[in-house]
């Protein structure tokens, strides 16, 4: 149970840019920046940050559907990296992933059956004879009507849409299911219906996550560690409940301001955050949180800080936390 | 469904009597009749009284809504009458007898027109950047530039004159068919090749692609199944009408390979005057028009299940 199933170590994704009339000027556009974390069996990490600071680019990176630049991802075991491609694609059915928008992550010409029984043909899942009735299985615990088989994905709500995106996930019966910000695109009554669907199913199948967020309570609520990320950079990662009551790095304390109080009237220190995040390609030096940080000192400008355990298992990158 | 197809029908019945009618009274507006254009070829002046007998025969004398009510009677029989400038043919021994050869060459160009033009394509989308894509776009530019009667000429003179490898003309045997067939498939290639690409490289970022690779779909699946299928909307669109085009013949192409095809009646029947060969080529393209656009649309449903027929309740 609490084997390590996957690991990242110094994990970088990059991507050539170019600009100008004649595309002259080349940039790297660094969305993922050294990362190194581990997850294990049964586990959930969160991990928190705003549009653009990578975290989506880390879930692709890990799932290989971008290559990554350097870095190593281990994965039950193996060294997922290394794997070619073939031999990564017989694989893929350990990890799988739940997308942010259900409705463009299903092919519009496959019913609800063909979707979910695709992967399984392909890989052999289950004796051919008991497909159908797995399909029809898999549906109901995830909630689906049983004579949604034969209909088409736009003919279902956002929420149904979702729940055939996590039955696809879970068709192939991975160890761990990385989740894109998949409640984000639903309306908050029906987030609350997949977040504890995905936990049941979690406790049920025994299944490890990561699960992408911008909202710090929903991941929270989620996972049991979470780790925050600023322009590519894990910035901290320690037990939720840490993380929310004692946030260390002026970034998540800014984060965690930063979430609506339910009363009005309750007095909170508010502490907001200037500027935007900085350009991934025009990075300042140093501590990537620099300029808009109200602890700033000249070191910040020069030393990029690196990450220290400050207590059990709750690990930050700032010189001043 | 029933209903929309016979919604359509009735349309199509509509557009065909609003034609006929515009071409019809377009036709005898435009100065000069069969007779003159006769008589200016065989440079001779036809006297008066026998042009007026002529009229009289043809039935040319009648004001023109009873002409027009008098063709259009015979017409629903799909007698057209004889044609006014091929002596002693009736306008239906002349489809008869030429429209096979074109429907032969239509078909045939647009099947080879199909595998290279979405051949090419594909390839482009898949390998966008690469040797496939330059050379789908260097054939496409080529088609573009290249005129398909220079195109033909250079076709005859390389492989029929200086290699002898295909007879420079003709229609009866296979052999007779590569050069007219390549020759007239310069402009259905181009457009096939350019919207096949553009449509498969906005299918190539969509979400649901990402998902099959997710899914561990194995890329040659991912291309024809995820990817092409969701991409046939615009191919059809443009491949209806295209089939449409080429399945009436070409004067250029049919004339430079001698194929006794039906091209070059359209051409010379405004020429000629002669009257119902104009209103029997412009109905049968309005026809044939009509059908490729209501097979294309009941086509959409096949290829996307979002399409539907039925009024929304």
């Known amino acids: ?321 | 469904m029933t209903r929309y197809f016979l919604s359509r029908l009735a349309g199509i019945l509509g557009v065909l009597i609003a034609v006929s009618m515009i071409t019809f009274f377009l036709m005898k507006i435009v100065p000069g009749g069969p007779f003159d254009i006769m008589g200016v070829q065989a440079n001779k002046n036809i006297p008066d009284f026998i042009k007026e007998n002529l009229e009289i025969k043809y039935g040319l004398d009648k004001p023109i809504p009873v002409q027009y009510l008098i063709f259009m009677k015979n017409a629903v029989k799909l007698d057209f009458g004889y044609s006014f400038y091929y002596q002693g043919q009736t306008i239906l021994e002349i489809f008869q007898n030429q429209w096979p050869y074109s429907i032969q060459l239509g078909l045939l160009t647009m099947g080879f027109s199909i595998v290279v033009g979405i051949g090419l394509g594909i390839g482009a989308a898949m390998h966008q950047g690469k040797w496939p894509d330059h050379l789908g776009t260097g054939v496409a530019l080529f088609c573009l530039a290249m005129p398909s009667f220079v195109f033909a000429l250079l076709l005859q003179l390389v492989f029929a004159i200086k290699l002898g490898w295909f007879p420079t003309g003709g229609w009866d045997s296979p052999e007779n068919w590569v050069l007219p067939v390549i020759a007239n498939s310069l402009g259905p290639v181009l457009i096939l090749q350019r919207f096949t690409r553009s449509s498969m490289l906005d299918s190539l970022r969509s979400n649901y692609v990402r998902t099959a690779r997710a899914k561990g779909v194995p890329e040659r699946r991912v291309t024809f199944v995820h990817i092409f299928k969701n991409s046939l909307t615009p191919i059809l669109t443009v491949g209806g009408p295209m089939l449409a085009g080429l399945i009436v013949g070409s004067f250029f192409i049919e004339s430079i390979f001698r194929i006794p095809g039906i091209g070059q009646f359209w051409v010379t029947a405004i020429q000629n005057r002669d009257y119902p060969l104009i209103m029997a080529t412009t109905l049968v393209w309005t026809i044939i028009i009509s059908i490729t656009y209501l097979i294309t649309d009941l086509l959409y449903a096949l290829v996307d299940p979002r399409v539907t027929f039925m009024k929304e309740k």
């Open chain 1, 1 to 321: 149970m609490e084997d390590t199933l996957l690991q990242t170590i110094d994990l970088v994704k990059s991507f050539p840019v170019r600009r100008g009339f004649f595309g002259q000027y080349h940039f790297r556009l660094v969305a993922v920046d050294h990362v190194s974390f581990s997850l294990k069996t049964g586990e959930t990490l969160g991990l928190v940050g705003e549009s653009g600071c990578g975290k989506s680019t880390l879930g692709l990176t890990i799932m290989r559907l971008y290559e990554p630049t350097s870095g190593t991802v281990k994965f039950d075991g193996i060294d997922w990296t290394a794997l070619g491609e073939d031999e990564l694609r017989k694989k893929r059915r350990m990890m799988q992933m739940i997308f942010q928008d259900p409705l463009a992550s299903l092919d519009p010409r496959m019913t609800v059956e063909e979707v979910i029984l695709e992967p399984m043909e392909i890989f052999g899942v289950n004796k051919s004879a008991d497909r159908v009735n797995e399909v029809r299985r898999i549906l109901e615990i995830t909630g689906m009507p049983s004579d949604s088989v034969f209909r088409f994905p736009n003919e279902f709500s956002g929420g149904q849409q979702q729940r055939i995106g996590i039955a696809r996930a879970l068709a192939l019966q991975p160890k761990m299911l990385i989740c894109d910000e998949p409640v984000s695109a639903l309306d908050v009554s029906v987030q609350a219906q997949i977040l504890n669907l995905l936990r049941d199913l979690q406790e049920k199948f025994n299944l490890s996550y990561i699960f992408i967020s911008h909202n710090i309570a929903v991941t929270a609520f989620m996972s049991r560690r979470i780790g925050v990320m600023y322009l590519g950079n894990l910035v901290e990662i320690g037990p939720s409940q840490e993380i929310i009551n004692s946030p260390a790095h002026p970034y998540t304390k800014a984060l965690i301001n930063a979430v609506p109080e339910p009363e009005p009237k309750r007095k909170k220190a508010t502490r907001t955050l200037s500027g935007d995040v900085p350009s991934p390609i025009d990075r300042p030096p140093g501590c990537p949180f620099n300029p808009r940080c109200y602890l700033m000192q000249d070191r910040c400008k020069e030393e990029n800080p690196l990450s220290r355990e400050i207590s059990s298992d709750h690990f930050v990158s700032c010189h001043f936390a």
